[in-house]
């Protein structure tokens, strides 16, 4: 059993050891190879291929009536055939659908702020006051004052009616990011009200405890509940990253609604220290989550994300990689989508965190955003709701504090170490075999007993002690017991989350290397030793690249509009708040002539940043599951001094 676990966490591992041996086989010289003159006898096979025959000349330039049979391709060629072909095919179509849901979502979010203007929106003098004086790093608060802010929207719910359990993991991150997300959370007229924001520390980072308290002395006015919390260094069994501290941070907060009452309206948020989200992120969210009871236990919300603060200062290579995981995580935002993976940042219920047991802690988490939702998808058999919340989150590119040459080099190798950290998520799809294998074996978790999270750590509903009392059991599993449709796993969401899986952990590296494998095979290779069929496999397999080219380039040309809408959009709300001028240099609009460099540059990138790390990440895996967790470095926060005139 443990071979089968060890292999079952490899499968994106293994499959390149697959596919490595797939080439050899297709592509080594044989028979099949063999030079047309010494195909003698291939005449007495009695099978063909339908590329049947080749014609032999007399030696004068006259082709003789005689035809030499041309060996049939061998399993392994054949097999070759069909997976190359498949794996450019889903290239091509992904990038077909990447488009479709760039526009849609565009088009969605201009609708969005036609419907829901912000007529007006005004700031109170202390508030003003405060933001005119700006502390430096070392400070420990400042004057802000409670504000007195109007936002208008035609739908405005009744936004006590839910909470809102904001999670903001952070490890080493600069104070003034953390106090700048701060602010903006702090700018929305629904905060004070129903904003419990944790600070999700971690203990082995020195000063973690001071600088959350400083924070919080500043900021603790502005929100329902500012607190912190402290992941212990060193626990068994753990792996250090972003899912065992928001693991521990969610059973500390989930302390605080502890009547089961309460939980339903309580709907857990987890972003990044530098992930700036506009206050209609959670006027829509509140929104969603009251218009869909029926179903807004079984949903995960999802917003797209932009890379929109500071593009213009980065390298074009860095540039164009952010711009292509912000286009991966677009491609599932469209309206028939039911599979939505988060990216970065994401809302999820409190009582869905309850039914699967919270976030996992292993090495295999290390991505956590896909793993909570593939957790989320089978701990509902596959009946998981994805809803899009039609708010960009703002985010920065990664970007050293080194100038020159030095500072070129430590971009490149500090989005090398980013990309790594993000291939290192192929783990996820091994973890989704084991999930479908034991929802097949189990069944389904309906009838299961759940606990708050904060009462058990144990990873599966499935796995309580039958020792507790009888008649609490039946009362929490009454109440845990969700509709019907729990009882039938969903195959077909089913399997549209592994196709997603697929492109996400095996076509970065597995494209590449079919393409550099050919290119070396039929560099070195005489036209006349090439099969006819694998010829025509690699003709048929250029004019797909060259599709995908385009298609890449169509995908840019409509990110274009979609990256101009969130810009302008979060501008005109943070110069509503009086916060646009302490961002100068914050609003990256992209413009020619850079922006068409990044049409024709994005396939090294792609291979830079996608497919070398993943390669990376893949092989490494056959030696250890962990990886050491270091933080992305992020741009110098820019403080410049408030002026009113």
């Not at 020792?467 to 796993?489: G, I, M, V």
Request: hydrophobic letters at 40%; glycine letters at 6%; a neutral charge.
């Amino acid at each position: 059993m443990s071979v089968i676990i060890w292999c079952a966490r490899r499968v994106v591992s293994l499959s390149l050891l697959l596919l490595g041996c797939l080439l050899y086989l297709a592509l080594r010289p044989g028979p099949a190879h063999a030079p047309a003159g010494d195909r003698t006898t291939a005449s007495t096979s009695t099978s063909t291929s339908t590329f049947s025959s080749l014609t032999r000349g007399d030696g004068n330039g006259n082709a003789n009536a005689s035809k030499v049979p041309v060996p049939p391709e061998s399993t392994s060629q054949r097999i070759f055939v069909v997976y190359t072909i498949v794996v450019h095919a889903l290239l091509f179509t992904f990038l077909m659908r990447a488009s479709w849901a760039v526009w849609n979502t565009t088009k969605a979010l201009r609708l969005i702020n036609s419907r829901q203007p912000r007529r007006s929106v005004r700031l109170s003098r202390p508030l003003k006051s405060a933001l005119e004086t700006t502390k430096s790093i070392s400070s420990s608060g400042s004057d802000f004052e409670d504000s007195s802010v109007e936002y208008d929207a035609d739908v405005e719910p009744d936004e006590d009616t839910i909470l809102h359990a904001i999670l903001l993991p952070n490890y080493k991150e600069d104070v003034d990011t953390l106090r700048e997300t701060l602010e903006v959370l702090a700018c929305h007229p629904q905060a004070k009200s129903t904003y419990d924001v944790y600070l999700a520390m971690e203990q082995n980072e020195s000063g973690a405890e001071a600088k959350a308290c400083g924070l919080i002395a500043e900021f603790a006015r502005f929100f329902r509940l500012l607190n912190f919390t402290m992941h212990p260094k060193d626990i068994p069994g753990e792996a250090q990253g972003k899912s065992s501290n928001i693991s521990w941070a969610v059973r500390q907060a989930s302390a605080m609604y502890a009547e089961k009452r309460s939980r339903g309206n309580v709907v857990v948020t987890v972003m990044d220290a530098d992930s700036h989200l506009a206050a209609r992120y959670f006027t829509l969210l509140t929104n969603l989550h009251l218009a869909h009871p029926t179903t807004n236990d079984k949903t995960v919300y999802v917003p797209p994300i932009v890379f929109d603060r500071n593009a213009h200062v980065v390298p074009t290579l860095v540039r164009i990689a952010d711009l292509l995981w912000c286009n991966a995580g677009l491609s599932g935002h469209y309206e028939s989508s039911a599979i939505r993976p988060p990216t970065s940042v994401y809302s999820v219920p409190l009582k869905l965190v309850d039914r699967v047991g919270g976030w996992d802690t292993g090495p295999e988490a290390i991505g956590e955003d896909l793993h909570m939702y593939i957790k989320c998808f089978f701990g509902l058999a596959g009946n998981l709701t994805t809803r899009t919340i039609l708010s960009a989150v703002s985010q920065s590119n990664v970007h050293s504090a080194e100038r020159g040459f030095r500072g070129l080099i430590a971009d490149h190798r500090a989005r090398y170490k980013q990309a790594l950290r993000h291939m290192w998520g192929g783990l996820d799809s091994g973890y989704g075999v084991m999930k479908a294998f034991e929802l097949w074996w189990y069944g389904s978790t309906t009838a299961d007993l759940i606990e708050p999270v904060h009462v058990t750590r144990t990873t599966s509903p499935r796995y309580k002690d039958d020792s507790s009392d009888e008649s609490e059991r039946q009362q929490s599993a009454n109440e845990a017991a969700f509709d019907n449709t729990l009882r039938h796993t969903h195959y077909t969401n089913m399997a549209v989350l592994f196709h997603r899986l697929f492109e996400a952990h095996f076509l970065p590296a597995h494209s590449v290397i079919i393409l550099i494998v050919t290119s070396i095979y039929m560099f070195f290779t005489p036209p006349g030793d090439i099969h006819p069929t694998m010829q025509w496999v690699f003709d048929v397999t250029g004019y797909m690249r060259f599709s995908s080219f385009l298609g890449m380039i169509c995908v840019f040309f409509l990110y274009d509009d979609f990256h101009h809408a969130c810009v302008k959009n979060r501008e005109d709300e943070m110069r509503a708040v009086g916060l646009a001028d302490r961002m100068q240099g914050s609003f990256t609009y992209r413009k020619a002539p850079s922006k068409y460099l990044d049409y024709f540059l994005f396939p090294i990138a792609g291979i830079i940043f996608g497919s070398a790390p993943a390669i990376h990440a893949q092989v490494a895996q056959f030696w250890s599951l962990n990886i050491v967790y270091s933080v992305s470095k992020k741009p110098p926060r820019k403080a410049t001094p408030f002026s009113s005139e």
